[in-house]
């Protein structure tokens, strides 16, 4: 018999990570698929500190954008154009035709729209759901 728990921790992001390679695994296994890459971008300041970073991955042709940070002292300097970009040169390179991303912050949707971004679809809470008038938004773009 199998059990199921939640799992905490330091352990959790390792397992995260064994769960999602074993999910592509099988799915490569039995589709036929483009590369299926996981990035990491990472901007450094000039001291060496973080400054910012993006994550993501390919799958099926399409790059997903997963994360998108900038720290509070590099926003509004382009570093968060650059990793996009950089990013999007990356997926072009492993053969994606399309990146998607979602977001929940107003202003960062505006962000991904003037990159080209569009609303493909989302996810609003009714006014008696928690919290109230909350919104994802997923956005794509062709490469």
């Avoid at 040169?89 to 962000?111: K, M, Q």
């Avoid at 008038?133 to 997923?138: D, I, L, S, V, Y």
Wanted: charged content about 25%.
């Amino acid at each position: 018999m199998t059990r199921i728990s939640r799992e905490t921790g330091p352990q959790q992001a390792d397992l995260a990570l064994e769960i999602e390679r074993n999910l592509l695994r099988a799915l490569a296994e039995a589709n036929t698929q483009s590369a299926n890459e996981s990035l990491v971008l990472k901007a450094s300041a000039e001291d060496g500190s973080l400054a910012g970073g993006l994550t993501a991955s390919t799958s099926y042709g399409w790059l997903l954008i997963k994360t998108l940070w900038v720290s509070d002292a590099h926003r509004g300097s382009g570093l968060g154009r650059e990793l996009m970009e950089a990013a999007e040169e990356e997926g072009r390179r492993l053969g994606c035709h399309g990146a998607w991303l979602d977001t929940s912050n107003i202003d960062a949707r505006s962000f991904y729209r003037r990159l080209g971004y569009q609303d493909f679809g989302n996810l609003e809470n009714g006014p008696d759901e928690l919290p109230a008038g909350h919104c994802r938004w997923f956005m794509k773009k062709a490469l």
